[in-house]
C-alpha cells in the first residue's frame, strides 16, 4: 500500500527518499504548481500520477494520456515520476517528450488521446515545477476535478489497477509543426523579433514563423534551462524590454515574445513600444469581428474596459464576457459560449474553429497577430495600437502573499470595498459605480477608472492591475488606493514589479 504523503520531509534523508511529500497548497485553482524538493519530492510525483490515474477511472475517462515536459533540468525527472504513478493506475501512457504546452493539447486530438498531463512550470522561476491536466478537449480542470485530485493523493486514496502501459511517440513536434504551418503564406513581407527567454519554445519559434513566410529575428532562442537573461514570461517588463530593444535595432515590424512553455505571446510594436496582452487582443477583436460582425469574445477581469466601450467593436457588433482569471476558467467559458476567441491579459488567447482548436498556443497567437497585419499592410503595429482610444494602464503587479493566506486577504480586501461603496466613500472625489467579484473584485469609479485585486492562481502572490481612460494621473491615484487598501493587511509583501 502507498503511504500518505507528508506535508514536509527534510532533504537528504532516509524519509525524503523512501517515502512521499506533497505540500497541499501545490494544488491550484486549475493547474499544479510546488517548489520542487520543497514542496514535492519524486516519490509525491509519482502519488500525484496514482491521483490522476484514479480520478481519469472514476471520472469514466478512457484510460489514456498525452504527457510532456519542458525545459527545465528537472522536469523529465518529474515526468517520469509522474508516468510510474499513471502506468501503477493502469493508465496508457504517450509520452512525446520535451514539447511546449499547445503540442500536448494538440496531441490529444492528433493520437485521438482523451487526457493531458503536462509538466510544466510555464514561466515560473526555477525551482518551480507543475502540471497541467485535462481529460476532456480541449479543456483542462478547474476546481472541482483539482479539488477531488487533492483529495486522492493527500489520502492516498488510490485505486492501483496495474496494467498500464508506456510509449515514446517518435518526433511529434513534427507533426505539431506540419499541422500549425498547413495554411496559406503571408502575402507581405515582415520582419519579426521572436523571443523566447531560453525557454522551450526556442526550439521551434523561428522554424515555425519562418514557414509562414517571415523574417525571423531570433533572440534568446537557445535553450538554457538557467535562464541567464531574464525569465520567460511576457509579462515580464525585463523581456519586454529586451525585445524592444531587438525591435529597434533591427527595424523589425514586430516584437512576440513567447513564455516559457510556449502557450503565451507577448509584442512589442515597431517603435519598440510594448503592447499589454489586452489590448492586442482589443486589435484582434477589431480584425475578426470585421470580418466576423458580431462575433463573441471573453475576456479576464484584468483586461482593459475596452472590450466594452471601444467604438470599432460596438459598431462590429461584437459580444464581449468578463470572466474569471485563469487558463482553464477562460477555456471553459469560450467553449460554453462558442465563442471565436478567449483573451487574458496574461497573453493566453484562446482561438475556437476556424483559426483554433479552443487551447491557448503561443504559435497561434502569434500567427493572428501576422494574419492581421498582413491584411492591414498601410498600417504599421504602432498605427493599429495608436487607432484605440487612449487608456492608461499598469502592467500585472504582484505582492508576496503566502498561498496559506493570500484568499482571506482577498476576502478582506472585498469586504473593505463592498463597506467603502455602502457608506458612499469616494476615491479619489469620485464615487464607486461598481464592484465586480466574480474573481477578487474590480473596483470601478464614476469615470471608467478601475483597480483589481485577485489573489494568484499559480504563486504566493496577489495580483493587482489598474486602469484609467482620463490620464496617467488617475490611473496612479486608484493604484494608490487599491495599495493603501492592501497595506492594511501585514500579510502582503513586497511587489515584483510596480510602478
Same mark, same amino acid.
Given at each position: 500500500?502507498?503511504?500518505?504523503?507528508?506535508?514536509?520531509?527534510?532533504?537528504?534523508?532516509?524519509?525524503?527518499?523512501?517515502? #512521499?511529500?506533497?505540500?497541499?497548497?501545490?494544488?491550484?485553482?486549475?493547474?499544479?504548481?510546488?517548489?520542487?524538493?520543497?514542496?514535492?519530492?519524486?516519490? /509525491?510525483?509519482?502519488?500525484?500520477?496514482?491521483?490522476?490515474?484514479?480520478?481519469?477511472?472514476?471520472?469514466?475517462?478512457?484510460?489514456?494520456?498525452? @504527457?510532456?515536459?519542458?525545459?527545465?533540468?528537472?522536469?523529465?525527472s518529474?515526468?517520469?515520476?509522474?508516468?510510474?504513478?499513471?502506468?501503477?493506475?493502469?493508465?496508457?501512457?504517450?509520452?512525446?517528450?520535451?514539447?511546449?504546452?499547445?503540442?500536448?493539447?494538440?496531441?490529444?486530438?492528433?493520437?485521438?488521446v482523451?487526457?493531458?498531463?503536462?509538466?510544466?512550470?510555464?514561466?515560473?522561476?526555477?525551482?518551480w515545477? *507543475?502540471?497541467?491536466?485535462?481529460?476532456?478537449?480541449?479543456?483542462?480542470?478547474?476546481?472541482?476535478?483539482?479539488?477531488?485530485l487533492?483529495?486522492?493523493?493527500?489520502?492516498?486514496?488510490?485505486?492501483?489497477?496495474?496494467?498500464?502501459?508506456?510509449?515514446?511517440?517518435?518526433?511529434?513536434?513534427?507533426?505539431?509543426?506540419?499541422?500549425? @504551418?498547413?495554411?496559406?503564406?503571408l502575402?507581405h513581407?515582415?520582419k519579426?523579433?521572436?523571443?523566447? *527567454?531560453? =525557454?522551450?519554445? *526556442?526550439?521551434?519559434?523561428?522554424?515555425?514563423?519562418?514557414?509562414?513566410?517571415?523574417?525571423?529575428?531570433?533572440?534568446?532562442?537557445?535553450?538554457?534551462?538557467?535562464?541567464?537573461?531574464?525569465?520567460?514570461?511576457?509579462?515580464?517588463?525585463?523581456?519586454?524590454?529586451?525585445?524592444?530593444?531587438?525591435?529597434?535595432?533591427?527595424?523589425?515590424?514586430?516584437?512576440?515574445?513567447?513564455?516559457?512553455?510556449?502557450d503565451?505571446?507577448?509584442?512589442?510594436?515597431?517603435?519598440?513600444?510594448?503592447?499589454?496582452a489586452?489590448?492586442?487582443?482589443?486589435?484582434?477583436?477589431?480584425?475578426?469581428?470585421?470580418?466576423? #460582425?458580431?462575433?463573441q469574445?471573453?475576456?479576464?477581469?484584468?483586461?482593459?474596459?475596452?472590450?466594452?466601450?471601444?467604438?470599432?467593436?460596438?459598431?462590429?457588433?461584437?459580444?464581449?464576457?468578463?470572466?474569471?482569471?485563469?487558463?482553464?476558467?477562460?477555456?471553459?467559458?469560450?467553449n460554453?459560449?462558442?465563442?471565436?476567441?478567449?483573451?487574458?491579459?496574461?497573453?493566453?488567447?484562446?482561438?475556437?474553429?476556424p483559426?483554433?482548436?479552443?487551447?491557448?498556443? /503561443?504559435?497561434?497567437s502569434?500567427?493572428?497577430?501576422l494574419?492581421?497585419l498582413?491584411?492591414?499592410?498601410?498600417?504599421?503595429?504602432a498605427?493599429?495600437?495608436?487607432?484605440?482610444?487612449?487608456?492608461?494602464g499598469t #502592467?500585472?503587479?504582484?505582492?508576496?502573499?503566502?498561498?496559506?493566506?493570500?484568499?482571506?486577504?482577498?476576502?478582506?480586501?472585498?469586504a473593505?470595498?463592498?463597506?467603502?461603496?455602502?457608506?458612499?466613500?469616494?476615491?479619489? =472625489?469620485?464615487?464607486?459605480?461598481?464592484l465586480?467579484t466574480?474573481?477578487?473584485?474590480?473596483?470601478?469609479?464614476?469615470?471608467?477608472?478601475? /483597480?483589481?485585486?485577485?489573489?494568484?492562481?499559480?504563486?504566493?502572490?496577489?495580483?493587482v492591475?489598474?486602469?484609467? #481612460?482620463?490620464?496617467?494621473?488617475?490611473?496612479?491615484?486608484?493604484f494608490?488606493?487599491?495599495?493603501?487598501?492592501?497595506?492594511?493587511?501585514?500579510?502582503v509583501?513586497?511587489?515584483?514589479?510596480?510602478?
Amino acid at each position: 500500500m502507498f503511504p500518505k504523503p507528508a506535508a514536509t520531509l527534510t532533504p537528504n534523508t532516509y524519509a525524503y527518499e523512501s517515502s #512521499p511529500m506533497v505540500k497541499a497548497t501545490g494544488f491550484r485553482e486549475y493547474d499544479a504548481r510546488w517548489l520542487f524538493e520543497k514542496e514535492i519530492n519524486l516519490m /509525491g510525483v509519482q502519488a500525484l500520477g496514482m491521483g490522476l490515474g484514479t480520478l481519469l477511472h472514476e471520472m469514466g475517462v478512457k484510460p489514456e494520456i498525452v @504527457t510532456g515536459h519542458d525545459f527545465r533540468s528537472y522536469s523529465a525527472s518529474i515526468k517520469m515520476a509522474l508516468v510510474t504513478g499513471l502506468m501503477a493506475a493502469g493508465v496508457k501512457v504517450h509520452d512525446i517528450g520535451l514539447c511546449t504546452t499547445p503540442m500536448t493539447y494538440f496531441g490529444q486530438f492528433e493520437l485521438d488521446v482523451p487526457a493531458v498531463a503536462m509538466v510544466t512550470a510555464s514561466h515560473n522561476d526555477n525551482g518551480w515545477t *507543475g502540471v497541467k491536466m485535462g481529460a476532456a478537449r480541449p479543456l483542462t480542470f478547474g476546481p472541482d476535478e483539482m479539488g477531488r485530485l487533492k483529495e486522492i493523493v493527500l489520502e492516498a486514496a488510490f485505486d492501483l489497477k496495474g496494467g498500464g502501459s508506456y510509449c515514446f511517440v517518435e518526433n511529434f513536434p513534427e507533426r505539431y509543426i506540419a499541422d500549425l @504551418t498547413n495554411r496559406p503564406k503571408l502575402k507581405h513581407p515582415i520582419k519579426v523579433v521572436a523571443a523566447c *527567454g531560453n =525557454g522551450t519554445a *526556442g526550439a521551434f519559434a523561428e522554424r515555425i514563423l519562418s514557414a509562414i513566410g517571415a523574417d525571423v529575428v531570433p533572440l534568446d532562442c537557445e535553450l538554457d534551462h538557467s535562464f541567464p537573461r531574464y525569465n520567460p514570461n511576457p509579462e515580464d517588463m525585463k523581456m519586454l524590454h529586451a525585445i524592444a530593444e531587438m525591435v529597434r535595432e533591427t527595424g523589425a515590424a514586430v516584437g512576440l515574445g513567447f513564455d516559457g512553455d510556449g502557450d503565451r505571446c507577448g509584442v512589442v510594436d515597431n517603435t519598440g513600444e510594448e503592447i499589454f496582452a489586452d489590448k492586442v487582443g482589443v486589435m484582434l477583436a477589431r480584425d475578426i469581428s470585421r470580418l466576423n #460582425p458580431g462575433a463573441q469574445f471573453v475576456v479576464d477581469v484584468k483586461s482593459t474596459g475596452l472590450f466594452l466601450t471601444d467604438p470599432v467593436l460596438i459598431a462590429n457588433g461584437a459580444k464581449t464576457d468578463y470572466w474569471k482569471t485563469g487558463h482553464s476558467y477562460i477555456k471553459r467559458r469560450v467553449n460554453e459560449l462558442n465563442a471565436m476567441v478567449g483573451f487574458e491579459k496574461s497573453g493566453h488567447y484562446f482561438f475556437n474553429a476556424p483559426i483554433g482548436r479552443g487551447y491557448d498556443d /503561443g504559435f497561434v497567437s502569434a500567427f493572428a497577430i501576422l494574419d492581421m497585419l498582413d491584411r492591414n499592410p498601410d498600417k504599421s503595429m504602432a498605427d493599429l495600437r495608436n487607432d484605440l482610444p487612449k487608456t492608461w494602464g499598469t #502592467p500585472t503587479m504582484s505582492p508576496h502573499c503566502d498561498d496559506e493566506k493570500k484568499y482571506d486577504v482577498v476576502d478582506k480586501v472585498v469586504a473593505r470595498f463592498k463597506s467603502m461603496q455602502e457608506k458612499g466613500e469616494k476615491i479619489d =472625489g469620485q464615487p464607486i459605480v461598481d464592484l465586480i467579484t466574480v474573481n477578487g473584485v474590480r473596483v470601478v469609479a464614476e469615470d471608467g477608472t478601475w /483597480g483589481l485585486v485577485r489573489a494568484s492562481s499559480n504563486k504566493p502572490e496577489l495580483v493587482v492591475v489598474v486602469e484609467s #481612460p482620463v490620464s496617467e494621473a488617475r490611473m496612479r491615484a486608484m493604484f494608490k488606493i487599491v495599495d493603501t487598501v492592501l497595506r492594511e493587511n501585514e500579510e502582503v509583501g513586497d511587489y515584483n514589479q510596480s510602478i
